[in-house]
């Protein structure tokens, strides 16, 4: 199994660029969610989604879209990338939505904005 | 405001020796507690975890303690070995959260020979 595939693994943008991380999992998952980790600030929440056509926002979510048209995909979208947003980005998906469910990461996409 | 705190960005522990993680929390909502591991490159894999119902899980080598009057649960590791070495996050959820998690900054382990 695949599990959770996030591409690109690397990026590099001018500011100002848009561009949209890719995040796909074969696991029938119904949560699906997106992170960024920086240095001393752990893993903090961007966008969740509880199923197809259902997102909403988490504790950053400026700057950023998102959308879920199928259950296997939820693409984040930069749409004017700023160096603020140079990071690491982790998409996790899960069975459920209770706290007991166990989230499966992916990879990560380490994007850097010039 | 962060609600889950790891304090100790690094310990470094002997190989045989226990290592022992901290996470300290400020929300009293928060009733489902887990420990991520995460090597390089990879993204994070889950560890363990525990209920608000429970003070200790166990699993194999991995003992994770929740004091909840404290706000404060603990990870053991007994005995660590060399590949335990990664960054360790500790991170809580509340029955209402629709599944979101609150991270703490992480705990660098390093286990040497």
């Known amino acids: 199994n695949a599990g959770v595939t996030q591409t690109p693994k690397f990026q590099v943008l001018k500011t100002g660029q848009s561009m949209t991380l890719q995040c796909a999992q074969d696991?029938?998952?119904?949560?699906m969610s997106w992170y960024r980790q920086d240095p001393g600030m752990g893993l903090r929440l961007i966008h969740y989604?509880?199923?197809?056509?259902?997102?909403d926002q988490g504790e950053v979510p400026n700057g950023y879209n998102v959308s879920r048209s199928t259950t296997e995909d939820f693409p984040l979208r930069l749409l004017s990338a700023a160096p603020s947003q140079t990071s690491v980005y982790f998409c996790?998906?899960?069975?459920?939505?209770?706290?007991?469910?166990?989230?499966?990461f992916g990879a990560g996409s380490r994007l850097t904005v010039l | 405001d962060q609600q889950v705190k790891q304090n100790s960005p690094s310990l470094s522990v002997q190989e045989g020796r226990i290592s022992i993680l901290n996470c300290d929390y400020t929300n009293s909502m928060f009733d489902y507690f887990l420990w991520y591991k995460k090597y390089p490159a990879e993204g994070p894999t889950f560890l363990i975890s525990?209920?608000?119902?429970?003070d200790k899980n166990e699993d194999g080598r991995f003992t994770v303690f929740l004091n909840k009057s404290a706000k404060h649960l603990s990870l053991h590791i007994v005995p660590s070995q060399p590949g335990d070495s990664a960054v360790y996050f500790c991170a809580a959820s509340a029955t209402d959260s629709w599944g979101k998690l609150q991270f703490g900054a992480g705990t660098q382990v390093v286990v040497t020979p």
């Open positions: 696991m029938n998952h119904e949560y």
């Open positions: 525990i209920s608000s119902i429970k």
């Open positions: 989604s509880v199923g197809a056509g259902i997102t």
């Open positions: 996790a998906s899960s069975y459920g939505i209770s706290g007991a469910n166990v989230l499966t």
